[in-house]
């Protein structure tokens, strides 16, 4: 397995997925069917996490039963030089496009170049579309920061190093007009990302990988959440990513753990306005969180995992009242969450998981949240990333 790592991931990057002889040019389909069943003990519309402004998709899944983000993908080799895909979301009624890019397959040297619209490289999770996530629903981090993940128009670089380890560098640059900018009115640039992955196996049992994330916005113009209250200023997210996964001699069918935490950081500056009463404040934003995972496969098809996440804000400016009415002012709580969930993955195109969530996201308040998912691929799709 020397090297398999290494390989797996460059195959990934530089290779499309492989097509049946004679259909070289036919887009693949792929359907994603996700749908859940949700309970909470606490009122969904009240949900908040405090100091931090949400975007659109931060808020809860409906309760009862519900279509999850179901997903119809469409990919190809265009001609010998670039190959596309896009990916159609739906849920509760409304559809999304995802992501809808080219990529080029031809310049060679461990570098490609990807445009159109697509999920940014930032951090570790967010590079995965939401049916290859180990839970139900995001970390509380990239609900507070991205809605849920972090997606937008642009073009990025990516370049694998000829090194014995992986080392992998993806630069982005964006039109800044998706949450967490959302107020790029000018065009143009409006957000960069800069990401470098560094990975390799231990042994033939073990594999790990590092990252390091930088996302940027110098001029937001009424970022706006769900409340219709803005942010005008530049922000700032730094990211460092950890993943280890373990499999006795190489072999993940019947035992495998997979582990993986993120840590956050966001700076802002700027300021605030509160919609209902039309006045503003400086604001100085200090957030920063983390989540850290851990899922073990104890024998073929059936899994366990657990999971914890934790934010902190502590932010300031001229006026408090209007931090106060803007949820902006966290008044020194914490949000957090624990998590636990198994689910039974009877072969790679079906899964039903089954999970439990104590949300104390808002002060004083312990929500017990229940989820049954299932999860079914029909179609053509291809290997996900490490």
């Known amino acids: 397995m020397k090297r398999l790592y290494l390989t797996a991931v460059i195959s990934l990057v530089l290779s499309p997925p492989t097509m049946a002889a004679g259909t070289e040019y036919n887009p693949q389909i792929s359907l994603i069917l996700d749908g859940r069943y949700s309970d909470y003990s606490q009122n969904t519309a009240a949900y908040a996490l405090p100091g931090f402004q949400l975007g659109d998709e931060a808020g809860l899944n409906p309760a009862g039963f519900a279509i999850g983000e179901s997903e119809i993908t469409l990919s190809s080799n265009i001609d010998q030089d670039f190959s596309g895909q ?16 080219v990529q080029t397959l031809a310049i060679g040297n461990g ?21 290859a996530w180990d839970f139900a629903d995001a970390p509380l981090m990239y609900r507070a920061l991205f809605g849920a993940t972090l997606k937008d128009d642009g073009v990025q670089l990516n370049y694998i190093l000829p090194a014995d380890l992986l080392m992998q560098v993806s630069a982005e640059v964006l039109s800044g007009n998706a949450f967490p900018a959302a107020g790029n009115i ?13 990975g390799d196996d231990i042994g033939v049992s073990q594999s790990w990988q590092l990252g390091l994330s930088h996302w940027q916005a110098n001029n ?23 993943v280890y996964k ?33 006045n503003t404040s400086s604001y100085t934003g200090d957030q920063s969180g983390w989540y850290a995972q851990a899922v073990y496969q104890f024998v073929r098809g059936w899994s366990a995992g ?30 957090k969450r624990s998590s636990v969930m198994l689910q039974w993955q ?16 808002v002060a004083n308040v312990s929500d017990k949240q229940m989820f049954v998912q299932y999860t079914f691929s029909l179609g053509a799709h291809g290997a996900h990333s490490f």
Do not use: C
């Open 86 to 101: 896009a990916t159609i979301a739906f849920a509760d009624g409304e559809s999304s496009v995802e992501e809808a890019y």
């Open 111 to 131: 570098i490609t170049v990807k445009f159109g619209r697509f999920l940014s490289a930032f951090g570790y999770l967010n590079k995965h579309h939401a049916h």
């Open 186 to 198: 000018n065009g143009g640039i409006g957000a960069s990302v800069l990401h470098f992955t560094l």
């Open 220 to 242: 937001i113009l009424e970022r706006s959440d769900a409340s219709a209250n803005t942010f005008s200023g530049r922000s700032k997210i730094n990211a460092l990513d950890a």
């Open 246 to 278: 373990w499999a006795p001699d190489g072999n993940k069918l019947e035992r495998n753990v997979r582990m993986q935490m993120e840590v956050f950081k966001r700076s802002e500056d700027g300021t605030i306005s509160d919609s209902a009463s039309s």
């Open 306 to 335: 657990v999971r914890r996440d934790r934010l902190s804000a502590r932010n300031s400016g001229s006026d408090v009242a209007v931090l106060n009415d803007t949820g902006i002012n966290s008044n020194g709580y914490d949000p």
């Open 346 to 361: 009877p072969s790679e195109f079906s899964r039903i998981r089954l999970q439990f969530n104590n949300d104390k996201s």
